[in-house]
């Protein structure tokens, strides 16, 4: 499997980021050559003046464990991206067995997590939202685990609203996910309706009286908990920053006195003032870019954002044809995503027609992922943001699949008929995924080879 042995689109950034905060514990500046001497093995590349980022810090510190591990190289900024792939692969299996307790539907809703481009690109690559996505994820089982939970709890007549051990490792899991990038708050809504609506439903399926009311009353009183946890958590993440005397913005309530929230200490006032300039950035992000994609295309992939291309002449790089060409697009299969989309639509009529919670929980997911993109129409934004959504399309997509299948019992000729049905979509999606693996990991190919996998001229 080849390695790029370069700073890959955004790598250019958290891949320097990452090792600023293992050597200082703040984000540091570097000089402008600095990726040519990072690749040549020299790490004497920061200016030591603080740099202003408008991300916060703990996706790059999962960065940062790579590169301590393995060092300031390509394989380093880039490992732990590819365990949290793995590890996703394994949660989307797992959540899929709890959700559907069948063993075939989560063997697929595994096998499309793990076979997908979208994802292949990102466990290959430095980013946050791959974090972000394992991420979120890991506190959506945590509340199926919860909702399992409490349901022996009710049987049992034990049931304490304070003993909740699963949503407190959600809460965990998403201030961790809110320090990577700040779009893991809308996780936290849609978690937290999810919290509600599953204990609503365990209630009503065990004959309980007032299942509404006392779920909510449940929910409120583990609010403040709750907000403890994911404010101390998240604070916790920028602790190299609130340690530092130099870092960016940090010494700005001292500069001025009179500003910010009075009662608060000058770290926080700082810090507060930080999150404010960053929180403008991101809002006024209208600069255009070449790759930029509108988020109602996301499910489609109709705008995939190419990380990589180089092209070489015959006898360059061991080029063996005319001209040869190596990229790193991230772009889905598309039989995953479009079928994937359609998914989505029948897990909302599933929804609606057969109050099916699993088909609520899996679009409220989703939506968490893309709904809130499609509020800022006018920002600058990127499809391989939609690595957060693809859990929640191929559940969705295996539980279609699942659906197909229907239970063991129906055997006979209409059975085989599905079972064919079912295994050549899925044997088509592993073929399809072997047949753009090339440019999903930079591999060198000839240039008529490349452009036989530009369907649309929109994915180049």
Request: aromatic share 16%; with cysteine; proline share 4%.
């Amino acid at each position: 499997m080849k390695l790029i042995r370069s700073l890959v689109f955004d790598e250019t950034y958290y891949a320097k980021d990452a090792w600023s905060l293992l050597k200082y514990g703040y984000e540091v500046d570097t000089v402008k050559d600095a990726n040519e001497k990072i690749l040549a093995g020299m790490t004497d590349v920061f200016t030591g003046n603080p740099s202003y980022v408008v991300h916060p810090p703990f996706g790059k510190w999962v960065i940062a464990a790579g590169e301590q591990m393995f060092g300031w190289n390509p394989y380093g900024w880039r490992f732990m991206m590819a365990v949290l792939g793995v590890g996703a692969v394994i949660l989307v299996h797992r959540v899929a067995l709890r959700l559907f307790n069948h063993n075939l539907t989560a063997f697929l809703a595994g096998l499309f997590m793990a076979i997908d481009g979208m994802a292949i690109v990102h466990s290959r690559t430095a980013l946050l939202d791959q974090t972000l996505m394992f991420l979120t994820l890991a506190a959506f089982v945590a509340i199926v685990m919860d909702r399992d939970f409490v349901k022996q709890r009710l049987e049992q007549n034990r049931f304490n609203s304070f003993y909740r051990p699963w949503i407190y490792l959600a809460a965990i899991l998403l201030a961790l996910a809110c320090a990577t990038k700040w779009s893991g708050v809308w996780f936290v809504i849609g978690i937290g309706l999810l919290v509600i609506f599953f204990e609503v439903r365990t209630r009503i399926g065990l004959g309980k009286t007032f299942p509404v009311k006392t779920s909510v009353v449940s929910a409120l009183k583990l609010l403040p908990i709750v907000v403890v946890i994911l404010l101390t958590v998240y604070t916790a993440t920028w602790y190299g920053w609130i340690i530092s005397d130099v870092a960016y913005n940090r010494n700005w309530a001292a500069a001025n006195p009179k500003e910010g929230l009075q009662f608060l200490p000058e770290v926080l006032r700082s810090l507060i003032h930080y999150h404010q300039t960053a929180f403008a950035f991101h809002t006024n992000l209208t600069t255009s870019h070449s790759y930029q994609s509108n988020p109602w295309s996301w499910p489609l992939n109709l705008r995939p954002t190419s990380f990589y291309y180089e092209e070489f002449a015959q006898g360059v790089r061991g080029c063996g044809s005319e001209k040869c060409a190596e990229e790193v697009v991230a772009l889905g299969n598309p039989l995953i995503w479009w079928a994937a989309t359609l998914a989505i639509l029948q897990q909302i009529w599933l929804w609606f027609t057969k109050r099916d919670s699993r088909a609520l929980a899996i679009v409220v997911m989703f939506l968490a992922a893309w709904a809130p993109w499609l509020l800022f129409q006018q920002r600058t934004v990127f499809s391989f943001y939609a690595i957060v959504m693809l859990p929640y399309m191929v559940l969705a997509l295996a539980s279609v699949c699942g659906q197909i299948l229907g239970p063991v019992v129906n055997s006979g000729k209409t059975r085989a008929k599905r079972a064919l049905l079912v295994g050549v979509y899925v044997t088509s999606t592993v073929l399809l995924s072997a047949f753009f693996y090339p440019i999903w990991t930079g591999e060198l190919i000839p240039k008529w080879y490349w452009q036989i996998h530009m369907w649309f001229g929109s994915w180049i």
